[in-house]
């Protein structure tokens, strides 16, 4: 068959890699250059993790996710992941943590408990003030997202069956009849159209707009003081909730900065609009980690930077059967990135195999083994 896919951010080209793989003509078009730097795939690093609060269904997740990683590495002649461990922290009330390790261990990953007292002692370079439990498991790393997105890329393009399309925006797609048409006024069918354009999906499928929004997000790059580089390069990544604010900390593993973000949607934003943000916005985010972090008044803000999720009410996947040719496909919510191998490999398996649709749908969206919603 034939497939276009649009969008080309990290999920559009896993899909199309998992097309390809599978012998199948791909045609990729992306608004931008390949890579766009304003997609949402390309920043230093994501995170990929198992605990997930109540979402089992994510959680069981992350092993099909580590192995699509893995044959993408394969393919691609390198690794492309550096693994951290991950520790959750919560207090002040909140219980995300102490809701990801029961999960975990409902599906045999137990999460091992840190007392208050073991904890500095474990991670020194942690302070206690506000927490009041915290949990360790050895597994999750840290993703080297714009390395992954810009590898994918190269590798798709030297392929036969593959044409990328940079710099080409797509104004119109016809999703019952596998069409699209570019700015440019040309034309394109195929056998399966799939819209995978993060923030801007909306925009070309206006019916998504009312269950996905776009979300400015700001996070943060800190240069740290000598004395705490090689200790935080091997580091954790960190996952706090306090109830005020909810913190991620992402290691500066391979030389990359050192990051760290929060959860909170803003749900707001165009994700074409000039990105500038100031560090007034992060105060509360800054002030948390003025009271985790010892030493943090010795580290110095680098840049922020600005990126947009596409984002649901409920933070569950959209990767549905839309029309008699085309998917609309979803996965972010502010944690997409690190199943994109896998939901790209696995749609383009639905598709090829003639899958049930409305299981898959019901699988992208972390309900399969997840009980009632």
């Known amino acids: 068959m034939k497939a276009i896919i649009v969008g080309g951010g990290i999920m559009g080209l896993a899909t199309a890699w998992g097309f390809a793989r599978r012998g199948h ?29 109540t979402h089992v269904g994510y959680a069981r997740m992350i092993d099909d996710a580590y192995a699509a990683w893995d044959l993408l590495w394969a393919e691609l002649g390198q690794t492309l992941y550096e693994p951290s461990g991950t520790l959750a922290l919560s207090g002040n009330g909140a219980d995300w943590a102490e809701r990801s390790a029961a999960a975990l261990a409902s599906i045999g990953r137990p999460m091992t408990e840190l007392s208050m007292s073991e904890l500095p002692r474990r991670f020194p370079l942690l302070d206690t003030k506000g927490l009041e439990r915290a949990f360790w498991i050895d597994t999750g790393g840290v993703l080297l997202a714009q390395d992954i997105v810009a590898a994918l890329a190269r590798h798709l393009g030297a392929q036969a069956n593959v044409t990328l399309h940079g710099d080409t925006p797509v104004r119109a797609v016809d999703l019952e009849h596998g069409r699209i048409v570019t700015k440019a006024g040309a034309t394109h069918e195929g056998d399966v159209v799939v819209v995978a354009a993060g923030a801007w999906a909306p925009r070309l499928l206006p019916a998504l707009g009312t269950r996905v929004v776009p979300s400015r997000q700001v996070v943060i790059y800190f240069d740290l003081p000598e004395d705490q580089r090689a200790a935080w390069a091997r580091g954790p990544m960190i996952i706090e909730k306090t109830g005020d604010v909810g913190l991620y900390l992402v290691p500066p593993v391979r030389g990359r900065g050192m990051k760290v973000g929060d ?15 100031q560090e007034s916005e992060m105060r509360a985010l800054l002030d948390r980690c003025g009271s985790l972090l010892r030493g943090f008044d010795r580290w110095q803000v680098r840049h922020l930077k600005v990126c947009f999720y596409s984002v649901t009410d409920d933070e569950r996947f959209v990767v549905e059967k839309q029309g008699a040719k085309g998917w609309a496909m979803s996965p972010c919510s502010g944690h997409g990135f690190k199943f994109g191998a896998l939901m790209g490999l696995e749609l383009a398996r639905t598709i090829d195999e003639g899958r049930d649709s409305t299981a898959h749908a019901r699988w992208a969206a972390g309900l399969v083994g997840d009980g009632p919603t």
């Open 25 to 53: 003509e791909v045609e990729l078009f992306e608004q931008g250059p390949l890579p766009n730097p304003l997609a949402s795939s390309m920043d230093e690093h994501r995170l990929i993790r198992h605990p997930y609060g």
């Open 263 to 277: 959860h909170e949607f803003s749900r707001i934003g165009d994700p074409a609009a000039t990105r500038e943000a």
